[in-house]
């Protein structure tokens, strides 16, 4: 069984920080890409950044500059460095991982909320 926990969410004014963490446990092999999508309200999930086992990363166009995606591979984290936070990025914040053969695995979901 394999569990993702995310940290950090919260509430922050427009042009405010915060920063995400997300572990995942469990019987792993390995992971190839973890990363990150939000969900505002009435709106589909979406990609905002993801990074793979070797450090590429892709970035949602609406984020890009503003937020850094990183990871810890030795300890199976992930991280979301959110800078300049806008209220359109106000949304839930799930934690992914592309976990070996297994394929997809979603945290619970952290509450982003940038007020104006």
């Known amino acids: 069984q394999v569990q993702l926990v995310e940290s950090g969410g919260g509430l922050v004014q427009a042009g405010g920080s915060l920063r995400l963490s997300c572990v995942a446990s469990?019987?792993?092999?390995?992971?190839?890409?973890m990363g990150w999508y939000r969900q505002a309200p009435g709106k589909q999930r979406e990609l905002v950044a993801l990074?793979?086992?070797?450090?590429?990363?892709n970035y949602a166009d609406s984020v890009k500059g503003r937020f850094t995606i990183s990871r810890d591979n030795s300890k199976n984290t992930v991280f979301l460095q959110m800078n300049s936070l806008k209220p359109e990025d106000t949304g839930v914040y799930y934690c992914?991982?592309?976990?070996?053969?297994?394929?997809?695995?979603w945290g619970q979901g952290t509450q982003v909320t940038v007020s104006s």
């Open positions: 992914y991982a592309d976990v070996d053969w297994r394929g997809d695995y």
């Open positions: 469990g019987s792993i092999f390995s992971i190839n890409s």
């Open positions: 990074v793979t086992t070797r450090g590429s990363t």
